[in-house]
């Protein structure tokens, strides 16, 4: 079973609307023959809204289950309520992207296309503070809350069940200075680092690559239960996108493909790095 609550409430979304269509249902059918409304219905199985145990028992009855599935749901159910420990970080994640972090944190595999920054798992506390004092907006504590939670992101890829992780950067994002010198210096270090990890894979898509298949920042997600589809996700400045349809997730990989196949190879890349590095050095 999936290990955060946010995977956890989004399995048993996929599993409440499986249910539903092997019916051959509406929500709004399903809803009349419970008393309930057809609203209530769809954000059980969008996962907007909670879902209570005594829920999941109707909905068995209705369906007519097995007892095994019912005990597995409400599993489910219950464990969705609990907190991540991303989360009592308060203010300083906002609600939009909890949502990512716990899917993250159950990821079986990462691939991540960064057009203007250094990822967020490969960070150093002093460029991740930078990045969020830009904003203007946030309180100090909340810029401390936020850079904690990216800090303590980074674990996973040294966990001994580790996600297949590649990281194509672009080569504006490596060069673009946040802060003095030494920041960059010492950031640049730790992506040469977090690139040597054995599940991690870093490739630079170089100024004079040409062409290349993507227009911004994107991040694929894939998780070890069949029943979990991959996902895509972007994000903006105040919200962010998740799209889980097969003709997204097939148009992400064929653009990451192309990435990789137009990007330098991680031996050419981590040369170009210390290239840099050492002209910050200097």
């Known amino acids: 079973m999936a290990g955060s609550p946010t995977a956890r409430r989004r399995r048993l979304s996929i599993e409440l609307k499986k249910l539903r269509e092997k019916s051959a249902l509406t929500c709004a059918q399903v809803g009349a023959g419970l008393e309930w409304s057809g609203s209530k219905v769809n954000r059980m199985e969008t996962g907007s809204g909670r879902v209570q145990p005594s829920d999941i028992d109707a909905l068995c009855r209705f369906y007519d289950t097995s007892d095994e599935l019912r005990e597995f749901l409400k599993s489910l159910a219950r464990q969705a309520k609990t907190r991540g420990w991303w989360q009592v970080h308060g ?9 990512y972090i716990g899917l993250e944190q159950d990821a079986s595999t990462l691939r991540q296309y960064q057009c203007e920054l250094i990822p967020g798992l490969m960070q150093t ?60 210096a010492e950031q640049l270090e730790r992506v040469l680092h977090t690139a040597d990890l ?57 653009a990451f493909d192309g990435l990789r196949a137009t ?6 890349s981590a040369q170009l790095i210390k290239s840099i590095l050492n002209e910050y050095r200097r």
């Open 125 to 184: 506390e002093a460029y991740a503070r930078e990045l969020h004092k830009a904003g203007g907006h946030m309180t100090s504590g909340d810029i401390d809350r936020a850079v904690r939670v990216r800090m303590e992101r980074q674990a996973m890829l040294t966990l001994p069940d580790a996600p297949d992780a590649w990281f194509i950067v672009h080569e504006g994002a490596v060069r673009n200075a946040i802060g003095d010198g030494a920041l960059m």
């Open 263 to 268: 990007a330098l190879s991680p031996q050419r």
């Open 198 to 254: 054995p599940t991690v894979t870093l490739q630079v898509l170089a100024f004079d690559s040409g062409t290349y298949p993507a227009t911004g920042t994107f991040t694929m997600l894939g998780f070890p239960a069949p029943e979990d589809p991959d996902l895509v996700y972007r994000d903006g400045i105040t919200d962010a996108v998740y799209l889980e349809g097969e003709h997204h997730v097939r148009e992400y990989t064929r």
């Open 91 to 99: 203010a300083g994640v906002p609600e939009w992207f909890n949502i």
